[in-house]
């Protein structure tokens, strides 16, 4: 939460604006609000009986700041994608304010999924949003790991093919390390509720599901570390501020 939070205070108040400081500021918002709904998750497990009310808006936020999160890594890696693949189209007739719009609609998407659990939550007769939510959640996990897989395999083809002529940015390390590391630590939470859905007793391998949410919780809190830590490579010798060093890993600088 300090490393997000930190992000947060560096592109927001003192940042310089760009196509991907935008999303990057999101998904430091959303993995800020996902820390810490998973905090409040587990005190309220701990003080149930005085916390009770709660946990159904806790665990929307949950979902919203996952669903958010998941989709912005999505936008982000597509995005460069293009960047790369068109850059002509790039540069001349990219919407000046399409991350805006983008980010904007994906918040748009991930409250409707956070409503229709506080409606569940007040209604559990309404079994029929939570199999919805279990499959927007399983479809969309698939999507974007189809679409990391694809922009990412797209992203090493262009590089080494230009190599000779193109060296490698530290945005593009910035992304390929954050597919990464969603690829190791955030995809077995999605896969847990996948396999729910095709196997209900998968439901009750709870320590698959509590060692899930771990790792999902540290794919949310690496993302600072992979930002400053590319920050710092190429950086002659001297004492960089934490502004520098993350305005150096958003930019398309050579390392």
């Known amino acids: ?95 000046a304010h399409l991350s805006t719009i983008v980010c904007t609609l994906i918040w748009g998407l991930s409250l409707c999924l956070g409503i229709l659990w506080l409606l569940y939550d007040s209604h559990y007769s309404m079994y029929y949003i939570y199999d919805t939510l279990l499959w927007v959640d399983s479809v969309l996990s698939l999507l974007t790991l189809l679409v990391l897989c694809v922009s990412s395999l797209t992203l090493l083809i262009r590089v080494h093919c ?23 630590l955030g995809l077995p939470v999605s896969l847990h509720f996948l396999l729910y859905i095709l196997s209900y007793w998968f439901v009750n391998f709870r320590y698959f599901f509590n060692a899930s949410c771990l790792l999902a919780a540290l794919n949310s809190a690496v993302n600072p570390v992979i930002y400053f830590f ?26």
């Open 1 to 95: 939460m300090v490393g997000n939070g930190t992000v947060i205070w560096l592109l927001r108040v003192r940042g310089k604006r760009s196509p991907f400081s935008v999303y990057i500021l999101n998904l430091a918002i959303a993995d800020f609000a996902f820390l810490l709904s998973l905090d409040a998750w587990v005190t309220s497990r701990i003080f149930l009986h005085y916390l009770r009310e709660l946990i159904g808006f806790i665990i929307s936020v949950c979902i919203m700041t996952n669903t958010a999160g998941l989709s912005l890594l999505m936008a982000i890696s597509t995005e460069r994608c293009l960047s790369v693949t068109f850059p002509i189209w790039y540069k001349c007739r990219r919407p």
């Open 162 to 184: 230009c190599s000779r002529r193109r060296q490698v940015t530290k945005l593009y390390r910035v992304i390929l390390l954050t597919v990464l590391a969603y690829l190791v």
């Open 230 to 255: 590319v920050g710092r490579q190429g950086q002659r010798s001297g004492r960089r501020t934490l502004r520098e060093l993350l305005q150096s890993a958003l930019t398309d600088n050579l390392s």
